[in-house]
């Protein structure tokens, strides 16, 4: 069990205090004008960039050794001045005033411990190990960074706008959640994460109405192409990682890669394409099953792809692509995510939510202890993401 509460505190327009004038500090001062706090830097000195920062956000620079009295109207304290007794009078200071505190690297002193975070706005993870191994909490943080889309920030602002209308309009917190499940697990989420706003508020709309009429019937699934360039998961990107870890069912060509198929949750079900690949497809998308089509990249593969995406397109099912890097340049490989109004040629284009390459034989490298404790806490509250900094 953990010594720590998780908990995330609003700063807006609250005072906080740092004491300390190096690059430490500055981090500390950074993540909090980051929060909406106020900012009060205790130092007879500051670094020259650290300075000019401080003059550009409009902070408090008091030139000179700390004083129990700089805390005064303050509401949180960070020691960063390097040195343990500098540190130790500031933690001593705030105890006094029942202020919580933190003294960076180190935990004695602390009330307080600041997670490594990632930030996908309003929504936002907070990792910590409780000061144990800062060194664990960033690999954990890598993992999650890997597994979260950049676009999830956008989804939680766009159901938080339409939160209060659906509360009005479906007064059961049971049929409320079950809506909510569909949403964020289904073909609106997919637009929205692409910035298709409008469709993906027309869709959450028809499904509300359903809803409230007492006949959701079955969420509409979707189908993710991920290419299977050279059957190397190297040429992955994280996006495709991602989708297949999340996939209930892997539909895949008899020359996919092992190595790739095995990126998929052990209790995903793998089902060979065949001749009926394309019917299945449907009628596995049809019943409400996230399902990721890993298929090859040559003339063939394409062939076979663009039929079946438009057979998907007939029976009103979304579906969107995942490129491999190796082929993610040529203007053919372009992702794009199929509107129910949309033609297999006029389908619109999206950028990747995420573009960024990382070779996933250096991060399935990375191996945690199965018992390795950490806690992971979950928020909606804009907060500044960052390093671990416990």
């Given amino acids: 069990m953990t010594r720590y509460f998780p908990i995330f505190l609003d700063l807006e327009n609250r005072l906080a205090v740092v004491v300390g004038g190096n690059a430490v500090a500055w981090r500390k001062a950074k993540l909090l004008i980051g929060a909406g706090a106020r900012i009060r830097v205790v130092a007879p000195r500051l670094d020259p960039d650290f300075s ?8 408090e620079h008091r030139a000179s050794a700390f004083v129990p009295a700089d805390l005064d109207g303050s509401v949180l304290a960070i020691a960063a001045t390097g040195e343990e007794t500098g540190d130790a ?69 766009f159901a938080g706008a339409l939160r209060n209308d659906v509360r009005r309009r479906l007064s059961d917190a049971a049929a409320r959640r079950r809506f909510w499940v569909a949403i964020f697990s289904g073909p609106v989420a997919e637009l929205i994460s692409a910035g298709r706003w409008t469709e993906g508020l027309q869709l959450l709309r028809r499904q ?5 009429a007492g006949r959701p019937g079955p969420p509409m699934g979707m189908v993710h192409y991920v290419e299977d360039a050279l059957g190397e998961i190297d040429h992955l990107t994280l996006k495709a990682l991602r989708l297949l870890q999340e996939a209930e069912i892997v ?51 394409r062939s076979r792809r663009e039929a079946e995406q438009d057979a998907l397109i007939a029976h009103g099912i979304e ?8 082929l993610a340049c040529e203007p053919e490989a372009e992702p794009y995510l199929a509107s129910r109004s949309s033609s297999p040629r006029t ?12 070779p996933l034989a250096a991060m399935s490298a990375v191996r945690l202890p199965e018992a390795s404790t950490f806690l992971t806490a979950f928020s909606t509250k804009s907060a500044s993401s960052g390093r671990s900094k416990e």
Avoid: Y
């Fill in 347 to 358: 389908a619109s284009p999206i950028a990747l939510v995420e573009t960024g390459v990382l």
């Fill in 251 to 301: 539909v895949h060509d008899e020359t996919a890669a092992p190595a790739v198929l095995a990126l998929a949750r052990s209790e995903a079900r793998r089902i060979p394409a065949d001749l009926d690949a394309t019917e299945r497809l449907v009628a596995l998308a049809g019943e409400g099953a996230r399902v990721v089509r890993l298929i090859g990249t040559g003339a063939l593969a």
């Fill in 52 to 59: 000019r920062w401080l003059i550009r956000e409009q902070g």
């Fill in 89 to 157: 009078a500031v933690a001593e200071a705030a105890r006094a005033r029942f202020l919580p505190v933190n003294a960076v690297d180190r935990p004695a002193l602390c009330s307080f411990i600041m997670p490594a975070v990632v930030d996908r706005s309003p929504l936002v993870v907070a990792i910590s190990s409780g000061g144990t191994s800062p060194v664990l909490t960033q690999l954990v943080k890598m993992r999650i960074e890997s597994m979260l889309p950049g676009a999830l920030g956008q989804l939680a602002a």
């Fill in 208 to 212: 509300l109405d359903r809803s409230c």
């Fill in 319 to 326: 579906f969107g692509q995942a490129p491999s890097t190796a």
